[in-house]
């Protein structure tokens, strides 16, 4: 770190004084990126970051662990501007974050990234004017199909929202939110090609598949396998240009290549046999069209700034699209690889506008995701316990909206996590999440299940229960422990219930309260059903305030450190934390 900051000093000196100092929120006003590192191996933040700070740049790199956590990061104003998609732009919108479109990012000429149209079989089309609905019920729909990647194609919420705009909806309140939209979907038209996964759930995918098949009847395999010749968004172009269906949503330049509609393209389908469909229930034809009725559109990415800082940042975002830079070592080279700026294309939007009337540009996209769905709402209910964790809660909720997670998630607060198991009990949350001490303690008095347990890169070692003895204690194994004194960090807890199991299933073959000779077990006190001479037995020798027993792993380590204990029970975690402490 001393060594970084040397050589900034010395090279200010050399390079002249960067016209963007001043605004920013970094040190001496530096521009601050907000930068997520990607999943591969190739670390884009680690490569690049150091070259910003090198050559005094003016920038400087905050790493975020994802595009919303940058977006907060901005409304919290520790960073000044980050590259953003649309879907994000609208999870913001309730966040009420004072922030500027200032550039656009196309990676091909292109108002959109990409403009959904509607085309269909001109064997369809009435003898006169009609609406969409009645055009294309009982029709066969080619699907573009579901992908798990919400970045290609039609996402899955775009993809609903087109659907709602023809079908009727069907609100069934003992069917779940996805079966609902299926049973629509094959009620509303004949048949279908809707290939790949409707769900993550292998067996309710197959389930639903086949109680509503004819929404595959139409792939070529009939099966909506994702290897089907129907499957995707060429797949379904096929689909239609072969006959097997009337009408698909694909995007208008797929179109536009499939059909040979560019000069120097060749074709494989006859345009003239197809019309595109508009959203008033008109059409036109697909030669020399160039610019059809749309049904959707989804605008590029964009860097998106703080208003203080928006405008430095869109001459700065300029400034790497001059053609003089290409991705060279210098600091506006990696500054654009960061961005991911594709250098002739970037657009510097002219005014800059606020997120919400920028997206309003791109016609369907904010609808989209402002759905109404059946009434009454359902909700997942998450539980927590602290301002800053429902805040968190809220964040969670709108992202999770925002791509397709439903039914939408709400947040509760109550006073103690206890509260919100007797909560979840009792029907009023859904979920709640607590540590692993809970995880004995809450299935056996609020009949609550685990359903999803946190991994980090750094193996489960966390979680795992060490037993942590004075150096000169000359105890060396679990059995050299029977007689002694053990301290926990809470009774029922994580570390209690491992020590019990491995007591009665080794050798020891014994209970926990009988191996040790002195026992603290903070909590007991406040557990039903235990009496008072128990109570007594295992809580006398912990650290008290007053008449409150303290708990906790740093409590356990203390009294092991004041003597008060032989052994402490505590998580590989709290002991890398705090044995430097003591
Ligand atoms: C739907 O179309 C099929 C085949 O084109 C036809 O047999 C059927 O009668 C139609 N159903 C309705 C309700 O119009
Ligand atoms: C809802 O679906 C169930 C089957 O899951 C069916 O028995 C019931 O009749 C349906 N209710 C309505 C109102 O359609
Ligand atoms: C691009 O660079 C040239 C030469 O350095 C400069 O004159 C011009 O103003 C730059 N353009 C932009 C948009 O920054
Ligand atoms: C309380 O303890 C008694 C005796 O050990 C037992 O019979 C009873 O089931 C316990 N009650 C609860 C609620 O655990």
Redesign the pocket.
Known sequence: MEYSIVILVLLSLCVESVWLQGVGSGDDGNLRVCVVEGRGLYKRAGRFCPILDAENSGVECVLGTDRLDCLRRMSKGTVDFGVFSPEDLVAAQWADIDVLVTNELRNRPGKFERSIVAVVNRRILPEGRSTVSDILRNTTLCHPGQSKDDMRGLSDTLAEYLENLVTVPSCNETMSLTENRIKAMSEFFNKACKGGPWLPDAMRDAELKSKYSNLCAACHSRSCSSIDQYYGGSGALSCLAEGAGDVTWPLLHEVQAYFGLHPDTTAFGNPADFAYLCRDGSWQPLSDNPEPCLWLNRPWPVVVAKRKAAESVS?LA??L????VTVDAHWRGALAALLEINQALTEPLSPQMNPLDYLSGARGFREAYSRSGCSPPRHITLCTTSILEKNKCEWLSEAGSVYGVAPPLQCSMRPSKRDCFRDVESGGSDVVMADSDWLVAAQRDYAVAPFLHETTPIVDQTSTVVAYVKKDSKLTKISDLRGKRAVFPRYDGLAWHAVAKHLSESKCDSVLTEFFSDICAPGIEKAKNISANVVEKLTKNCNMDGSNVLDGEIEALRSLVEGKADVAFISLSSFKLYSSKF
């Open positions: 001459h300029a400034s699209t001059n053609s003089s």
